[in-house]
């Protein structure tokens, strides 16, 4: 079955420079990637997603990278700001049974 | 206007009750999900009903049973809880294979 890895497990960058996080995926049938952003005491909420036709995606400050050969795909985060401090988690869906198969999520943190 | 409401948000009660934690999606969605996210923030899936049939029943011991009596609402009742059954519940709902979820607010279960 699908199998997702996040890292770092947390990332500390300094406010206005950019984070990365990485996933990577083991289902080559795997054909969606939402990334998600959960505030503390907060529900996760979807803020950038790719499907594999796409290489990548960009809105505003945030983009997401697709390498399907390499089976991996980043979350970008430019000009960092506080309330970017969240826990990010990425997902993949093999395309069948309705279920995301979720990363164990990075901690980002925002020094001022 | 809520998109997916949970209720009660905060549940306190003590080992062996039985609980139950509600849910409702105003979306549209033909899917809906329970997870648990423990101290560790990981997520994890416990059931998922796609049109009022259980298509995702993940393993957690059979206390927990999911209700679903329409498509826009997907309960979960808990028997006997356990100190370990502690965590948050998130419902959530989505349109499908390959679509991101909408989660509710959640609900911080804790068992004394």
């Known amino acids: 079955g699908e199998n997702v890895e996040q890292h770092p497990s947390t990332l500390s960058v300094q406010e206005g420079d950019s984070a990365v996080i990485k996933c990577t995926y083991s289902d080559s049938a795997s054909n969606y990637f939402p990334w998600y952003k959960q505030e503390l005491g907060k529900r996760p909420q979807l803020i950038i997603d790719i499907r594999s036709n796409v290489g990548e995606k960009k809105d505003q400050r945030i983009a997401v990278t697709l390498n399907k050969t390499a089976k991996h795909f980043s979350l970008h985060i430019t000009e960092t700001q506080p309330e970017d401090s969240a826990v990010y988690f990425c997902?993949?869906?093999?395309?069948?049974?309705?279920?995301?198969?979720w990363g164990a999520g990075t901690k980002l943190i925002i020094k001022p | 206007d809520t998109a997916v409401s949970q209720t009660p948000k905060y549940l306190v009660t003590q080992m062996g009750n039985d609980k139950s934690i509600k849910c409702e999606q105003n979306l549209g969605h033909d899917t809906m999900y329970w997870y648990k996210q423990d101290s560790k923030k990981f997520l994890k899936i416990m059931f998922s009903y796609n049109n009022k049939e259980l298509i995702i029943n993940e393993t957690v011991p059979n206390r927990f049973s999911p209700k679903s009596p329409d498509k826009a609402h997907l309960n979960l009742h808990i028997n006997s809880l356990e100190l370990g059954d502690s965590a948050v519940y998130f419902c959530a709902s989505s349109q499908g294979e390959n679509y991101g979820y909408t989660f509710g607010s959640g609900t911080r279960l804790t068992v004394v």
């Open positions: 997902a993949a869906t093999p395309g069948s049974n309705y279920q995301l198969i």
